[in-house]
């Protein structure tokens, strides 16, 4: 659908919603920093209200399929209900794929900033060192609140239970496997080295928590005083070590050419202030086992995207050059293996 059907389309269902006679679309937007979900911002205005709105439609196929958005809004749910993780409010789940051709959910849209990893310079989000370390820090204290959360508590059992991290780690290994192997379209056999040696090489903090699975530079919004207003994308969350978040945040897709996690923080600074925090020492041999898994991970969603390009299924570009950065990918990887030395 084009933005405008979009747009056509929603008008008379928030009129519904809201119990109006009708309602206006405004300012509606689609935006292009996910490579996933469709999201879309906008303005319903009807009779004397005026209010703002964020929609995000499940895609049909892409990186990350298949998807669920039952469970993505009940994780949603829970995290606003369990927690102080800086989250939009959810208002509706619409299940009915006849409104705009594919189900999706109606939350607040939160008003700020998306720092992304390929403006990480960008001066009126970064001025200075100052602003960028303060920024850092709020990054840390935020995925604190995300791993402090209690999944029992929080009604989280679908995601699954361990017994312990090294299950979890296990756990891991095996799905992004099999993601991998479903995803293929020409054998990597440093992939499948980068797997063996995941096997023999399990390193983790002894924790299970929740894990958002995609923490990173591109996936929160900054409102007033770089305090953190939202945290998005919770497509991969899962029960795991903590550590995977952390090592995720410092993957070389999200730093660039910068020696900073996420172009925020430098590692000694940010594995100190998570321990402050949380008393948890982030190891060096557990820091890079999951850096190991995080890029197999990268690379598999990657090979999904130019898959699903290739077989016809997604005529998205963004996801058809994926082919290209799977090959840094993979010189990331060996670099991470000890195989080549890094520059």
Request: charged content about 25%; proline content about 4%; overall charge negative.
């Given at each position: 659908m084009t933005t405008e059907e979009v747009g056509e389309a929603l008008a008379p269902w928030f009129a519904a919603r809201l119990g109006l006679d009708e309602a206006r679309v405004l300012e509606l937007r689609r935006h292009a920093e996910g490579f996933s979900?469709?999201?879309?911002?906008?303005?319903?205005?009807?009779?004397?209200?005026?209010?703002?709105?964020?929609v995000r439609v499940e895609p049909r196929d892409g990186l990350l399929a298949p998807y669920d958005i039952r469970g993505q809004y009940a994780l949603h749910a829970a995290v606003v209900e369990h927690s102080d993780v800086p989250m939009p409010a959810l208002h509706w789940l619409e299940l009915d794929g006849a409104v705009l051709g594919m189900p999706f959910f109606v939350m607040e849209r939160l008003e700020g900033v998306v720092p992304v990893?390929?403006?990480?310079?960008?001066?009126?989000?970064?001025?200075?060192?100052?602003?960028?370390?303060?920024?850092?820090?709020?990054?840390?204290?935020?995925?604190t609140r995300v791993h402090a959360i209690d999944p029992r508590a929080a009604g989280l059992g679908f995601l699954g239970e361990h017994d312990s991290?090294?299950?979890?780690?296990?756990?891991?290994?095996?799905?992004?496997?099999?993601?991998?192997?479903?995803?293929?379209?020409?054998?990597?056999?440093?992939v499948r080295y980068a797997l063996g040696w995941l096997r023999a090489h399990v390193?983790?903090?002894?924790?299970?928590?929740?894990?958002?699975?995609?923490?990173?530079?591109?996936?929160?919004?900054l409102g007033p005083e770089r305090?953190?207003?939202?945290?998005?994308?919770?497509?991969?969350?899962?029960?795991?070590?903590?550590?995977?978040?952390?090592?995720?945040?410092g993957l070389p897709l999200f730093r660039g050419r910068s020696p900073l996690l996420s172009q925020l923080l430098a590692p000694d600074e940010f594995f100190a202030r998570y321990e402050e925090l949380t008393g948890l020492r982030v190891e060096t041999d557990t820091f890079r086992f999951w850096t190991v898994l995080g890029l197999v991970k990268t690379i598999a969603s990657f090979m999904r995207g130019v898959r699903a390009f290739e077989e016809g299924r997604i005529r998205d570009l963004r996801l058809a050059a994926m082919g290209h950065q799977v090959q840094h990918t993979l010189r990331h990887l060996a670099v991470a293996l000890e195989l080549v030395e890094a520059r």
């Open positions: 979900w469709e999201t879309y911002t906008l303005a319903v205005e009807g009779g004397e209200t005026r209010r703002g709105y964020a990893q390929w403006r990480g310079k960008d001066p009126a989000i970064f001025p200075d060192d100052v602003a960028r370390r303060e920024i850092g820090l709020e990054f840390v204290r935020v995925l991290a090294d299950a979890a780690a296990r756990a891991q290994i095996g799905h992004w496997e099999a993601y991998y192997a479903d995803s293929v379209l020409v054998e990597l056999p440093l390193a983790t903090s002894g924790r299970v928590g929740l894990c958002h699975g995609d923490y990173r530079i591109g996936n929160f919004m305090r953190i207003v939202g945290v998005f994308d919770w497509e991969l969350a899962h029960l795991s070590d903590p550590v995977e978040d952390i090592a995720y945040a």
